[in-house]
């Protein structure tokens, strides 16, 4: 029987699905499909394609990442740096040649998942996408792509398992450091009569955190029913979450600290103890829920040409603890020392200490002084994209398609834990009376909606030969952004009035495009060169361009100019890919809050920055039992222009305009040499070990442009110690009777290396003014999976 493969988690409107007529019987609908791809961000072996790109694979992810974070498995691949930040569940941040995720373009089966407003990914929204994910592609650069994405940095593209013919099943079981535990599940129906398929899966993980004080727990859950109607046609509706909650540690601390403090790198000034309980402080809890539903439909029109739709929709809720009042600061550090602050009331070990706070807040005749808020960033989210090919000739294919958002949040801050008061007075939103007894549930502080729309096209026109491929595409898309404030006090526009009530701004609307072309050459059998440029068109941010209820005046579109070349060999046993990138980004925009989350904000338009490099990866496979892998990259990220940016205080006033002086200082947060080495072998059947030896140097800690305001004050950011780690991992595949097992273990940094691996920059760029977080020591997991 011939098998169906059926997209995991969706069907995305990008993939192209090549069907075989196989006649109905009377009993029995069989379907046999060639193959299912993603088509959004493809390629196909290396060598062929006009770009950069790295598959990661099932494998690969089963065996190596172990209780990491789901975005450290990609860094194996060349300029990927993936941090844990501060060691929370789900808080990784990832880096591609120097940007960050806001400008990298992340697709889970050719859907993006990108945060409208910013950009972001969290990847704690995505906690369970591992246990399914088939392999990851990143595309380095302009990449080629059918969709009118806007990435300065690339493309990660998830791709999700497929489901056999045949009714199977697994469980799994795992345990790890610091009372790691995970168990899940997943079972597939297998072909039904009449064309019906049906697959779940579910997974619940728990454990202290290797960071004091970030317990967690996750679940996530999958469901997927998809049918064939007729010879041609196929539709399937998915359904995918993970609901979460984890405490966190948002301070960075100072080397001396660390050193001096009982917890050493574990240490966490982010949490106390109410009643023998943990209880995260400011930025130390958060809990989100963002399931995506979607329902998917292919159209195998003829012989040449398909055409794929997806309309889905995420109703996104959660948000992260906040400590709101005059007294807010005696429940938190100052972020930039990470230090407390002058009246920080705290425990002889340091640890946050609530009773003097909950003491005077209960004898308060006029309510809390300090509370708890949760700051609600929810969304309701809604997309179409289809996609349209057609083979015009046997080495001439066009894509063209739609892409299309509509996106509305709603943004407000809500009293969680009133800290042993009676109630809270708030006189920030101006359609209550301020002498209002607030309680728990109530809103203060903030209250708003964003709404997004994006329309957009694309087309892109394939050539391909025995011995060329070549690629032309390009894109239009229209951004409009608006912000809908019920009533926050400030100034909007010219009014001078307090407060400003039911505040709806214009839309701001943009038009960025792109367009991209790429050639590669294959001669003699094993050798290629290619060549790709491109030039994009980028929208702000919405983020970036309202201070509050008010838009900036005359925001405009970033620019990026890209150019890449390489060169690859590819024979037997041996692969090699040498080639360098560069890339322009010009009139950046940025606004971010001085000194803290609710204080004075600066507005910084224009910047412009230059990231160029070279990247050699290699792999070689010497005996069927063996295989050598490896990377170097170095990189050359600089800022290039002096900027002037606008400071507003917290009731949205314009404090004034001032300068930074960064040009020629280099970019921060990633290191800008890296080097990997990597060892997989067989010794015995059924038995794959690897080790792999991670290198990482020129990496210079992260600062704020707003910060570099002294002419005479040239130097660069702080440069953090180099560092290498080295991971083991196993695994081994036995029989159980009927059933097939899997054994893992993993053990990463083995020799227990001490290393930073995020830093903001401190007042005279030395160590001992940069706060930093340092990266996990040793750490382990096991498991065991038994499939049915």
């Known amino acids: 029987m011939k098998k169906l493969l059926l997209p995991f988690f969706c069907m995305s409107c990008v993939s192209a699905i090549s069907a075989q007529n196989i006649p109905e019987d009377a009993d029995t609908l069989s379907i046999g499909l060639k193959e299912v791809k993603v088509m959004a961000s493809y390629g196909h072996d290396k060598g062929v394609e006009p770009v950069v790109l790295s598959t990661i694979s099932a494998k690969d992810i089963a065996t190596k990442l172990s209780n990491q974070e789901f975005p450290e498995i990609m860094k194996s691949t060349p300029s990927i740096y993936a941090t844990k930040q501060g060691g929370g569940f789900g808080d990784s941040r990832l880096m591609l040649r120097g940007f960050g995720s806001e400008n990298i373009a992340v697709l889970i089966n050719g859907i993006p998942v990108n945060g409208m407003e910013n950009g972001s990914v969290y990847w704690s929204n995505w906690s369970g996408l591992a246990d399914v994910t088939n392999s990851i592609q990143v595309q380095r650069g302009i990449g080629l792509s059918k969709l009118g994405l806007f990435s300065v940095g690339g493309t990660v593209n998830i791709v999700t398992q497929s489901t056999e013919v045949n009714r199977q099943g697994s469980v799994y079981y795992g345990i790890g450091n610091d009372r790691y535990q995970k168990m899940g599940f997943n079972l ?42 007729g010879r041609n046609h196929i ?28 917890d050493g790198i574990r240490m966490n000034t982010c949490y106390g103890y109410i009643n023998g309980q943990i209880v995260p402080t400011y930025s130390g809890y958060n809990e989100y829920h963002k399931p995506q ?21 995420s109703n996104a809720t959660g948000g992260g603890r906040k400590v709101y009042g005059k007294d807010a600061n005696r429940l938190q550090y100052n972020y930039k020392t990470g230090r407390p602050n002058e009246n920080t009331s705290l425990t002889p070990d340091g640890l946050i200490d609530y009773l003097p706070v909950m003491e005077d807040n209960k004898n308060s005749d006029h309510g809390s002084d300090a509370i708890f808020t949760m700051g609600t960033n929810s969304h309701d989210w809604y997309g179409l994209l289809s996609t349209y090919t057609n083979e015009l000739s046997k080495s001439l294919k066009l894509t063209v398609g739609i892409d299309g958002r509509y996106y509305k949040g709603y943004h407000y801050d809500k009293i969680s834990d009133l800290l042993g008061g009676a109630y809270y007075k708030d006189n920030k939103l101006a359609w209550r009376d301020p002498d209002t007894k607030l309680r728990e ?13 994006w329309m957009g096209a694309f087309a892109q026109l394939e050539y391909n030969r025995e011995h060329y491929k070549a690629f032309v595409s390009t894109s ?91 060169y690859g060999f590819n024979y037997r046993t041996l692969s090699v890919m040498l080639n360098g990138y560069y890339t322009q980004w010009m009139d950046k925009s940025v606004t971010k809050a001085i000194g803290s989350w609710n204080g004075p904000r600066a507005c910084i338009p224009n910047i412009d920055a230059r990231h160029m490099g070279i990247e050699l990866e290699a792999s070689y496979q010497p005996l069927e039992w063996l295989r050598v892998y490896g990377f170097f990259t170095i990189g050359n990220w600089r800022w290039t222009n002096d900027v002037n940016f606008t400071l507003f205080n917290e009731q949205n006033e314009k404090i004034g305009e001032y300068h930074a002086y960064i040009k020629n200082l280099h970019v921060g947060n ?15 059947s059924g038995l794959t070990l690897g080790v792999d030896f991670n290198y990482y140097g020129r990496h210079y800690a992260d600062f704020a442009a707003a910060d570099r305001t002294d002419e005479k004050d040239r130097a660069e950011a702080w440069k953090l110690p180099d560092y290498s780690t080295v991971d083991l991992n196993l695994n081994y595949d036995f029989k159980m009777g009927t059933f097939q097992g899997q054994l893992f273990g993993n053990v990463n940094n083995l020799f227990n290396r001490k290393y930073i691996s995020d830093a903001l920059d401190g007042s005279d760029h030395t160590r001992e003014t940069a706060v930093v977080w340092y990266g996990f020591g040793i750490t382990w997991t096991a498991g065991l999976r038994i499939s049915f």
């Open 293 to 313: 539903i979607s329902l998917n439909h292919f159209w195998q029109i003829n012989g040449k040409s398909t055409l794929s739709t997806s309309v889905y929709v």
């Open 476 to 566: 239009v898309t229209s951004h409009s952004y608006k912000r809908e404030d019920p009533g926050k006090y400030g100034t909007y526009g010219n009014q001078e009035t307090y407060p400003v009530a039911n505040v709806k701004t214009p839309w701001s609307n943009f038009v960025p495009f792109s367009v991209k072309a790429g050639f590669n050459y294959r001669f003699n059998g094993m050798h290629n060169v290619f060549v790709n440029g491109g030039y994009v068109t980028k929208a702000p941010m919405m983020d970036n361009i309202f201070v509050d209820n008010t838009p900036l005046s005359n925001p405009i579109p970033e620019k990026i100019a890209t150019g890449e070349i390489g």
């Open 188 to 229: 597939s129906s297998g072909l039904l009569p009449k064309g019906w398929a049906f697959s779940i899966m579910g997974t619940r993980t728990t454990g202290d955190g290797y960071v004091k004080g970030t317990n967690f727990e996750a679940w996530s859950y999958f469901a997927n029913v998809s049918k064939k109607f």
């Open 670 to 684: 990633a290191p800008q040499t890296s080097a990997m080495l990597g060892l997989s072998c067989m010794p015995v």
């Open 441 to 453: 549930g109530d809103k203060v502080n903030q209250d708003y909606l964003s709404k997004i729309l």
């Open 235 to 262: 539709l399937s509706l998915t359904a995918f979450g993970a609901p979460q909650w984890h405490n966190r540690r948002s301070n960075k601390q100072s080397i001396e600290d660390y050193d001096l403090h009982k």
